[in-house]
């Protein structure tokens, strides 16, 4: 399998199998650090294998889908409890990008304004299947379409939860774009 860390040299030595990541998968997975030992001081008698810090997205059970009913969100915090870690997930009726279940109608996201931050916190409106109007400067985003701007201020689309199914159990195992505050998805 490739990575984002395989050189031209080992793409060449792999008879010419081509390694590349497209702009989604290396966003999604970008929360994500290589574990890479460097050698310190290389060819010296202080030469010395350091690790790197790894960090990952946790794996966190939400709700059952079952539990879930058509239109009203379910709150919950991730990928932390720290600013800004708000998120909700609906079932909305209609097939949407990245939704899960069998109607794939399943989707969560972050209720920070992707702005100025502004809590986008009960403002999902069945009718059009969207968040917002922001209260601060009334930007308006696009559940079934990967939280896509329909309106207003903002330029960036709204963070999505990455969801994997169990059973009946959902977890939340990742986030789609960078989450509003933050210089990256997860601290420390
Ligand atoms: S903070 Fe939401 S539109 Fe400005």
Known sequence: MCNANES???TAEKGGHKCLVSRRNFLITSGVTTTIMVTMNAGTAMAEDVP???TEYPR???TKMSSLKLDEPFDFNYPDESDYSENMIVKMGVKAGGGLGPDEDIVAFNYACTHQGGGL???YKADTKSLGACPLHLSTYDLTRHGILISGQAYQSLPQILLELDGDDIYATGVFGLIYGRKENLHG
């Open 8 to 10: 031209r040299k080992d």
């Open 52 to 54: 790197a810090h790894v």
């Open 60 to 62: 966190k059970f939400i």
């Open 121 to 123: 916190f009960e403002t």
